[in-house]
């Protein structure tokens, strides 16, 4: 399946606290009962768990032998105790999640938050990001490693902002405006939809420079793994240098050294000029922040 035929992931605002964030991506199901506007039961009452059983059992009690009973009852009890502390803490734990999704309702984006299209844009931009931070190159520190664990993040987020506004207002577009105008009417909402339209070419754009950035990173890493072989290659050259100078005339031995090296040299000028092209790339996406 096309990794971009998936819905993308939960999006958390990268300044909010780590432990806040935390809590938030634990939960996709709570930001959801949040997002629909949904509370806590009000009446829930744990206790009724522990307080029902006992008093049936003291019912039963009035008939039965006493020692039976008291056995009884503390079994039941216990039991429902447990049962009670499990039910409350977690009970308490959700309802502290929900607080928590409410505070920062405008601080995390849902898939369900876009239509299709702002969806897929979404799931675009994500992957390219995941194609840098995975990549070796970027885990080796050869480029702006701290740059971008830090602006790629930020740049996810400030995507899924607009994505978000976009959706909406595509929604509100959609109910607002007829399907069958009438004559002389369309130059009327023209503006509307154009500006929509100039907004999500920004936008495409955007994602296109961060798709751009990660191919320059996986041509690196490609270069980079080459790199690491030759490198390899290169502690064992004076086994090749004797080997050739043993079997083949002074004249060939000379050419073939020579090539060995000319070839170590051009696969490290490549690996140079690609972490070259992926740092510029970086820098272009910098350069040009969204506003």
Not at 19 to 34: N, Y
Not at 54 to 74: H, K, Q
Not at 82 to 101: G, P
Not at 197 to 222: C, F, G, M, N, P
């Amino acid at each position: 399946m096309d990794p971009h035929a998936l819905p993308p992931r939960l999006v958390i605002d990268p300044s909010l606290p780590t432990e806040i964030s935390v809590e938030l991506r634990s939960s996709p199901h709570i930001l959801r009962m949040a997002r629909s506007g949904r509370r806590m039961d009000s009446s829930y009452q744990p206790a009724l768990v522990f307080v029902v059983p006992l008093f049936l059992l003291l019912i039963w009690g009035v008939t039965e032998s006493m020692t039976g009973v008291f056995v009884a009852a503390t079994g039941a009890g216990l039991i429902a105790l447990l049962r009670w502390m499990a039910l409350d803490s977690s009970h308490r734990q959700v309802k502290k999640r929900l607080r928590l999704a409410y505070a920062h309702a405008d601080q995390y984006i849902l898939p369900e938050d876009l239509d299709y299209p702002c969806q897929r844009l979404l799931r675009r931009a994500q992957d390219a990001v995941d194609s840098v931070l995975r990549s070796k190159v970027h885990q080796a520190g050869l480029i702006d490693t701290i740059g971008n664990q830090v602006s790629l993040p930020e740049e996810v987020w400030n995507v899924a902002q607009r994505l978000r506004r976009l959706s909406s207002m595509h929604a509100e577009q959609g109910k607002l405006i007829p399907r069958d105008l009438p004559p002389g009417m369309e130059a009327a909402f023209k503006p509307y939809t154009t500006a929509l339209d100039a907004a999500w070419t920004s936008l495409s754009e955007r994602v296109r420079h961060l798709e751009q950035y990660a191919k320059q990173v996986i041509k690196a890493d490609k270069v980079y793994h080459a790199h690491q072989k030759l490198e390899a290659l290169a502690a064992k050259t004076p086994d090749y240098q004797r080997l050739i100078a043993d079997t083949v005339r002074d004249e060939l031995a000379h050419a073939h050294i020579r090539e060995l090296a000319d070839q170590a040299a051009h696969v490290r000028k490549l690996f140079e000029e690609s972490i070259m092209q992926a740092r510029q790339a970086a820098g272009e996406l910098i350069r040009s922040p969204l506003p």
